[in-house]
Each structure stands twice: as structure tokens, then as C-alpha cells.
């Protein structure tokens, strides 16, 4: 079983950054992928970034430039540096670890960015 914490949410105005954190703990083998999911009010939970195993990386097209994806497998833990934020990036984001089609989810973090 995988337990996921996540840190690092918080108010931000437009044009800042913030640094995402989640640390998985428990049966962690590989490969696997961990990534960063989030879900607005009203709307869809939705992909944002992953980084497999292998480094390989995948961002949804609204925060390619913005975002990057990053993870040190020595300590389990994948971050997320959000630079450019605006508005409508505002959202509960989500950790998730996925292995042989398996997910599991962090508790969500807030992000909430003002105009």
C-alpha cells in the first residue's frame, strides 16, 4: 500500500510561483508514475503533469513553459514548480501514483491565485 502527503498549496497572486511537494511512502516499486492531477470547482479532475520512473515527463498543454515536473526516486518525492500562475490555474492539485493501472491520491492541496 502507497501513502501519499502532499505540501506547498496556498494563495498566490498572478504572475507568482509555487512549489509543490508530495512524498509517497509504503510499497513503492517500480516503475511507476507519479504526477500531479487538479480539480476546480465544478469541473473534472484533470492531468496536469507525470514523471515516470525513467524520468519521462507529461504536461497538459495549458502549463507547458509554466510548469515542470520533477522527481528524486532516492526519496520518493515528486514536486511540481508552478511559475506564471494565473487564475484559472486555481484548483485543488492532487499527487497520484499510478503502478500496473493502480492509483492512488494524495488528500489535495489548495492553490488559489488573485487577479
Known amino acids: 500500500q502507497v501513502r501519499l502527503v502532499e505540501s506547498g498549496g496556498g494563495l498566490v497572486q498572478a504572475g507568482g510561483s509555487l512549489r509543490l511537494s508530495c512524498v509517497a511512502s509504503g510499497s513503492i516499486f517500480r516503475p511507476n508514475t507519479m504526477g500531479w492531477y487538479r480539480q476546480a470547482p465544478g469541473k473534472q479532475r484533470d492531468m496536469v503533469a507525470t514523471?515516470?520512473?525513467?524520468?519521462?515527463?507529461s504536461y497538459t498543454d495549458s502549463v507547458k513553459g509554466r510548469f515542470t515536473i520533477s522527481r528524486d526516486n532516492a526519496e520518493n518525492t515528486v514536486y511540481l514548480q508552478m511559475n506564471s500562475l494565473t487564475p484559472e490555474d486555481t484548483a485543488v492539485y492532487y499527487c497520484?501514483?499510478?503502478?500496473?493501472?493502480?492509483?492512488?491520491w494524495g488528500q489535495g492541496t489548495q492553490v488559489t491565485v488573485s487577479s
Open positions: 514523471v515516470d520512473s525513467g524520468g519521462t515527463t
Open positions: 497520484n501514483f499510478r503502478r500496473w493501472a493502480r492509483d492512488t
